[in-house]
Every structure is written in C-alpha cells, then in structure tokens.
C-alpha cells in the first residue's frame, strides 16, 4: 500500500545481512524505532531501544549528535555516515552509522533506514598505529639528534678528508647496528651482551682470547642503548687502532652494572707492554662530552701507555624523575 513501509523487503534485506556483523533499524519521520535486528551485545535489549531510541543507546552528548543527523537527514533526503562511541564495561565501543531516506513514490522521505557496523577493533587498530608512528617519529628525532652531535665533533676534530669519512661512516654503522637490534625487539631496547657483540664482534674477532665481558645483563632502554653501543664502537675502535685488539696482547674487561638508579659501564684494557696511547683526539670528545651530555650522565676516560679505562654512569630512565 502506498505510503507504507515495505517490511518485506526489509525482511530479505535484514536475512542478507544477519551473518555480516551489521545491526540494521527502521525509524519514521518521528525517530520513533520500527524495526531493530542483529542487535549487537553491547546494545541494550531491543525493549528498550524501541522505548527510547538513541537515548537508550548512546550517552547523551552522542545521542544528541546522532539524533541531530538523522533528523538532517530527513529533512534534506541526503544520506549520511557518522561514527558514534559507546563505553560499555570501561572500554569504549566504536560504531559506523550509516542512514539512508526511504522515499515514498513522491519523493517525500517517510523514515530512514540506519545500518550499524562495530568498527571497535579497526578503531584499535588505528590507535596502535598512531602510537607506532609518534613513536617511531621520537625515536628518529633523537637518532638525528645524535647523528647531528657526532657529526659536528667530527668535523671540529678531523682535519683529513679520509679519516673524517672513515670515522663517520663507523659511528654511523653502530648507531645502525643498536637501531636494527632496538628494533627488532619492539622498540624495547637491547640486552647489553647482545648489544656488546653486535657492536665488538667486527673488530674482536681475531682477539676474542683478550675480551671478556663480565656482570649484570641488563635490558637496556633503546636510548641508552644507542649511547652505549657508541661508547662500545670508540673504544673498540680505539683499541683496533692502538691497543689491545691491534696487537692482540693483552686483556680487555668490558661490564656493565644495573644499579637502582643508574647503569655503570665500565670498560678496562690492560697493555701487556707499554703503548704509546695515540691521538687523544680519537673519540675522546664522544665519549667524555656527547655521550654524557646526551644521558645526563658523568663519564671519566683515562689512556696511558699502561692502558685504557672509561667509566660511563647513566641515570636510569625508567628508575629516575
């Protein structure tokens, strides 16, 4: 009959799309609800939504904004598609609200059909990915921020084209190395044994008999990971240039100590014959002024003909205000 509601075809509409996960209504020119199925769980009874509506679904300040477009929607014959939140049991709720007009033969809008899909989990999914990319975008800033400080050392420091280019592309490759490993985990930082080998595995092994890595195996967060594998990087670097790993004689003592407030790492190379320390330039600057200055720590680095001995104290992030 002309003027009426075509209920059966809203019938075959609504067996259709009863496996899709899609709660579908009917409401006239009033709102008031005429037909309700596949309610979701998180829903009141369908008593209730035909009592009230909106009302007894959504909290106000939402029930008002999807009352407010399906009235706009009546009025104007334009469908529309809103999303609407709903806390159900402390988590909140997301829906996709689409409404379309039912137009009679005269083009006059009697009711409007509204089909609701949970779209919860995609709302999840959207806001896991936004952490993931502020996250990423903060872990870039500080690689940058590091890149820029050793570069700028660097250059202040190295007068030779080649060794500027030699000694860049090093420290460059280990923030690479403690980045690939930071990664991996989740952005939940590297084990310092872990971190210890990535980073001195390149330059120890042919002298793995003079290195021995002693103490705690600490998780490290990935901040004072990349610090601590650069620290890594300059003294072995140091020592395959000078030291113990280029004569391979003598012995290295490399540890780290988780304490309650603070990591200490230390590391300690004994000469087994007097050598002549080298340029006091040569990282110097990195391990006694950036990496300090960039962990809000203290560092004290001593190279004699005995020996090199570098203490590198940083307060612990998770620990420390």
Same mark, same amino acid.
Not at 59 to 63: D, G, L, Q, V
């Given at each position: 009959m002309e003027g009426s509601v075509p209920l059966e075809r809203i019938a075959m509409l609504i067996r259709g799309l009863r496996h899709a996960g899609l709660c579908v209504l009917y409401q006239d020119r009033d709102l008031a609800v005429r037909l309700v199925e596949n309610r979701f769980d998180t829903w009141p009874e369908a008593p209730a939504i035909f009592e009230s509506g909106d009302r007894a679904i959504f $909290? $106000?300040?939402? =029930?008002g904004m999807v009352i407010a477009t399906k009235r706009r929607v009546l009025e104007t014959g334009v469908p529309e598609r809103i999303e609407a939140r709903l806390e159900n049991g402390g988590r909140?709720?997301?829906?996709e609200i689409s409404i379309e007009p039912d137009s009679d033969a005269q083009g006059r809008t009697r009711g409007i059909f509204v089909v609701a899909a949970d779209i919860t989990e995609h709302k999840r999914r959207e806001e896991t990915l936004r952490g993931l990319l502020a996250e990423v975008s903060h872990r870039s800033r500080n690689l940058l921020a590091i890149v820029q400080s050793i570069l700028g050392q660097t250059m202040r420091l190295e007068t030779d084209p080649v060794d500027f280019a030699a000694k860049l592309r090093g420290r460059i490759q280990s923030l690479a190395i403690t980045q690939d490993l930071v990664t991996q985990a989740n952005w939940q930082g590297a084990g310092f044994r872990h971190l210890a080998s990535a980073q001195l595995d390149p330059l120890t092994e042919p002298a793995q008999f003079a290195l021995e890595i002693v103490g705690d195996d600490p998780q490290l967060p990935p901040n004072v990971a990349l610090h601590v594998g650069l620290a890594l990087h300059e003294? =072995? =670097?140091?020592?395959a240039s000078f030291g113990v790993l280029k004569r391979r004689r003598g012995r290295?003592?490399?540890g780290i100590t988780d304490q309650p407030d603070r990591f200490l790492l230390r590391w300690d190379e004994t000469h087994d014959e007097l050598v002549a320390p080298g340029d006091a330039r040569f990282g110097t =600057?990195?391990?006694t002024k950036v990496l300090p200055a960039a962990t809000g720590g203290e560092a004290r680095l001593e190279m004699t003909e005995k020996g090199v001995h570098y203490a590198l104290t940083m $307060?612990? $992030?998770r620990r420390t205000g």
């Open positions: $909290p $106000p300040e939402t =029930a909140d709720c997301w829906y003294l =072995a =670097a140091n020592s290295i003592r490399l =600057a990195v391990l $307060p612990h $992030p």
